[in-house]
T-cell receptor, first 116, second 110 residues
Framework: GAVVSQHPSWVICKSGTSVKIECRSLDFQATTMFWYRQFPKQSLMLMATSNEGSKATYEQGVEKDKFLINHASLTLSTLTVTSAHPEDSSFYIC????????????FGPGTRLTVT | RKEVEQDPGPFNVPEGATVAFNCTYSNSASQSFFWYRQDCRKEPKLLMSVYSSGNEDGRFTAQLNRASQYISLLIRDSKLSDSATYLCVVNGGGGFKTIFGAGTRLFVKA
């Protein structure tokens, strides 16, 4: 099956610093990549949808200047949390889809971010 | 009204029990439906797609009722390893916008 990787799997950073999370599709070219955030005991919340070579579409309430998304190639998307604060601590998960795969999303293993 | 609503749970069942999860969605233009499973601190994994004709995969049966905008998942002969959160996922139509339900937690006990 299609494999999606994320790096790093966990990160601890100080308040005010920026953190970059990478999402890669390893064995397929992802038409679209999605970024989700999940707080403890809550469901996944879509943050943004990203298509290769174009600007990401952010969901309502998600600050595009704080969560920078770059989708430079069909196999790589990055999410940068700028000037992170403790309330940004969460589980960030990416997923990818490709046309032949229908609407099924293939999820990365997630990145646990802790901001101190 | 939430776009995708699921039974709140948690469901606590003994091994061998049959358990059913329900899910309703609000967008009648939705095109694709899935059940995902998520273990604690892990990413969601596709359990099965849901087709209009209903589909079965071993102990798992999924059904879709478009008229009632309702999806179900039936698990027969529950195993301890079935303990997880089950997410109802609906593709909202008109593109790739996907909506996740809040999930239903299942605990299967010996």
């Amino acid at each position: 099956g299609a494999v999606v990787s994320q790096h790093p799997s966990w990160v601890i950073c100080k308040s005010g610093t920026s953190v970059k999370i990478e999402c890669r599709s390893l064995d397929f070219q992802a038409t679209t990549m999605f970024w989700y955030r999940q707080f403890p005991k809550q469901s996944l919340m879509l943050m943004a949808t990203s298509n290769e070579g174009s600007k990401a579409t952010y969901e309502q309430g998600v600050e595009k200047d704080k969560f920078l998304i770059n989708h430079a190639s069909l196999t790589l998307s990055t999410l940068t949390v700028t000037s992170a604060h403790p309330e940004d601590s969460s589980f960030y998960i990416c997923s990818a889809t490709f046309l032949a795969g229908g609407y099924e999303q293939y999820f990365g293993p997630g990145t646990r971010l802790t901001v101190t | 009204r939430k776009e995708v609503e699921q039974d709140p749970g948690p469901f606590n069942v003994p091994e061998g029990a049959t358990v059913a999860f329900n899910c309703t969605y609000s967008n009648s233009a939705s095109q694709s439906f899935f059940w995902y499973r998520q273990d604690c601190r892990k990413e969601p994994k596709l359990l099965m797609s849901v087709y209009s004709s209903g589909n079965e995969d071993g102990r798992f049966t999924a059904q879709l009722n478009r008229a009632s905008q309702y999806i179900s998942l039936l698990i027969r002969d529950s195993k301890l390893s079935d303990s997880a959160t089950y997410l109802c996922v609906v593709n909202g139509g008109g593109g790739f916008k996907t909506i996740f339900g809040a999930g239903t937690r299942l605990f299967v006990k010996a």
